[in-house]
């Protein structure tokens, strides 16, 4: 089946400017998670969505960072006023809700290279 | 979250064994270690996970001492397609959401 999906894949801006970035993940996981990889970092998280509802924002940098999903489908991160060190990767990854016994694998998408001039 | 420590980079040629190892001494009870892998230009992939003793699956095996404290990915026979960042993840299970992903480890395969 299909895997998760981002757009666009490379998204250059002015500094100032709002972006938007969208995520489409798997069919019938109802667990989406938003990160932000720097060139040769590891991954940071950012937020966690269960449903339509983001019991954990704790990583989000800044207050100029938000993002929503609705229908508990296709979620979008905004970055208003973008700055230059915005500039990253932002990767979408989700993962079936609930279970127990084991890690609920993380499907990641291709990610969206921010580059903020 | 348990934190890990694990090599920077590692070299290696190919139809060798890689093992990695990743020390994770603050290991909770209910934590499960847990390997990605990620190739250039794309995100993590899930590899193996495991929460003792030994763990094989198609594309590696993963070792876990008695005392947890530290686990070695085993990944057999490389080849170039295997350069790539792996990252070692200890987590709770039911609340592992918050992947803590390190720099990892950048395995380098040569011919």
């Known amino acids: 089946g299909a895997g998760v999906s981002q757009s666009p894949s490379n998204k250059v801006t002015e500094k100032g400017k709002d972006v938007e970035l969208r995520c489409d993940p798997i069919?019938?996981?109802?667990?989406l998670y938003w990160y932000r990889q720097s060139l040769g970092q590891g991954l940071e998280f950012l937020i966690y969505f269960q449903g339509n509802s983001a019991p954990d924002k704790s990583g989000l940098p800044s207050d100029r960072f938000s993002a929503e999903r609705t229908g508990g489908s296709v979620s979008t991160l905004t970055i208003q006023r973008t700055q230059q060190e915005d500039s990253a990767v932002y990767l979408c990854?989700?993962?079936?809700?609930?279970?127990?016994?084991?890690?609920?694998?993380?499907?990641f998408g291709p990610g969206t290279r921010l580059t903020v001039l | 979250l348990a934190k890990t420590t694990q090599p920077i980079s590692m070299d290696s040629y190919e139809g060798q064994e890689v093992n990695i190892t990743c020390s994770h001494n603050?290991?909770?009870?209910?934590?499960?270690i847990t390997w990605y892998q990620q190739f250039p230009s794309q995100g993590p992939r899930f590899i193996i996970q495991?929460?003792?003793t030994k763990v094989t699956n198609e594309v590696a095996s993963l070792f876990i001492p008695a005392d947890r404290k530290s686990s070695t990915l085993s990944l057999p026979r490389v080849s170039l397609s295997d350069t790539a960042v792996y990252y070692c993840?200890?987590?709770?299970?039911?609340?592992?959401?918050?992947?803590?992903f390190g720099a990892g480890t950048t395995v380098t395969v040569r011919a």
């Open positions: 495991g929460y003792k």
């Open positions: 069919s019938g996981h109802t667990a």
């Open positions: 990854a989700s993962s079936k809700a609930g279970g127990t016994g084991t890690h609920n694998e993380q499907f």
């Open positions: 993840l200890v987590g709770a299970v039911g609340n592992d959401y918050k992947l803590s």
């Open positions: 603050n290991i909770a009870t209910n934590d499960y």
